[in-house]
């Protein structure tokens, strides 16, 4: 088998795709948190967005990677460097 067949059958095994699944719901999960925390929490438990986040990160979705300001393409790169180990794991 060619080696970049293995490779290709390494990172899509159900062990790989499981554990960087893990990685993206820690990854989900703690901007969920953050998200909630910047929101208002209404009595009937619906939060609403103040609308300063909600033009940033409008914007922010609108805005191609190689567009966005040092410090949002470094906070991207921190979340990239979260799964690395894994890949490299797999592939050694």
Do not use: N
Not at 4 to 22: I, P, S
Not at 46 to 75: G, K, M
């Amino acid at each position: 088998m060619p080696a970049v067949d293995k490779v290709r059958k390494a990172l899509f095994a159900e062990q790989t795709v499981d554990r960087l699944a893990a990685i993206e719901h820690e990854r989900w999960a703690h901007w969920q948190e953050y998200v909630h925390s910047r929101c208002e929490r209404r009595a009937d438990g619906s939060l609403v967005i103040p609308p300063e986040l909600v033009a940033r990160w409008e914007s922010q979705i609108r805005t191609h990677y190689s567009d966005l300001s040092t410090e949002e393409r470094e906070s991207d790169r921190e979340q990239v460097l979260k799964y690395l180990p894994v890949i490299v794991d797999i592939l050694s």
